[in-house]
């Protein structure tokens, strides 16, 4: 009785490819996507703060570097993963407490993070 | 084998081992940076792109270099955590141990400069 049944067939779940793409899915792969990516903006606001105790020349370089259409990307691009990843992590919090898990209620979350996530992007760059 | 019981042979065996401790600790470390965010984006936001002078005063004052250097900490530590989840699930063996631990070592080197480059602007 007390040895694990070996051999058992169990239901596999279908695999990424064959899933319907739906909301839940894609916010949790943004989720993990966007909080790695943001290594690339900390590094370089680290950069640019090594820069600036470094001294002129080495400043100059990563500023020219920050203002460039690349740089301006860099930094844009982690504003709205910092944004998207911020909601979709209160998200998280809300799910932790057993809240929100009714697929009506996670499919208006997630949407709730997509369209919030750009509307902050769009508030940040004005009011900065 | 049959002597065992079911417990006996689950104990330690959890799919993450420590993996409460690991999550509480993501979500002590996602409250903290849902504070600090919204200073430290406006801090640094308004910032970049500034001469140098004017960065060396902004972070020479006590409230952008102490969110700054917060941010940095809390930040760089949750995301060794949030790296791991995904080392725990996509990699097995040497390679998970060795992504890890260079997660660690990147996560940590990058704060420390970071933090140092906060203290020669700073003090």
């Not at chain 1, 009785?1 to 990424?16: C, E, F, I, N, T």
């Not at chain 1, 899933?19 to 989720?31: F, G, N, Q």
């Not at chain 1, 570097?65 to 910092?82: H, K, N, P, T």
Request: glycine fraction near 10%; charged fraction near 10%; charge should be positive.
């Amino acid at each position: 009785m007390a040895d694990a049944k070996r051999g058992v067939v169990r239901p596999l779940s279908p695999h990424l490819q064959i899933y319907r793409w739906h909301i839940p899915m894609l916010t949790s792969i943004l989720t993990r996507i966007t909080g790695n990516g943001l290594v690339a903006g900390a590094l370089l606001v680290i950069a640019w703060l090594l820069a600036a105790a470094a001294g002129p020349e080495t400043f100059a370089a990563v500023d020219g570097f920050v203002r460039s259409w690349f740089g301006i990307l860099v930094l844009v691009g982690s504003l709205w993963a910092v944004w998207y990843h911020y909601l979709a992590g209160l998200r998280h919090l809300y799910y932790d407490a057993g809240k929100g898990l009714d697929l009506p209620t996670a499919e208006r979350l997630g949407i709730a993070c997509l369209v919030g996530s750009v509307v902050l992007t769009v508030l940040t760059l004005l009011i900065i | 084998m049959r002597y065992l019981t079911d417990y006996k042979r689950a104990v330690g065996r959890g799919a993450g081992r420590t993996g409460t401790h690991h999550h509480w600790a993501l979500t002590v470390s996602a409250v903290g940076l849902a504070l600090l965010i919204p200073s430290f984006l406006w801090i640094v936001g308004s910032t970049l792109g500034k001469p140098q002078a004017e960065v060396m005063a902004t972070f020479a004052r006590p409230f952008p270099a102490i969110v700054t250097a917060l941010t940095l900490a809390v930040g760089m530590h949750h995301f060794r955590l949030g790296a791991a989840v995904w080392i725990d699930d996509y990699l097995r063996g040497t390679a998970r141990k060795a992504a890890l631990i260079a997660a660690a070592v990147f996560s940590y080197g990058a704060l420390a400069t970071g933090l140092f480059a906060l203290a020669r602007i700073a003090l």
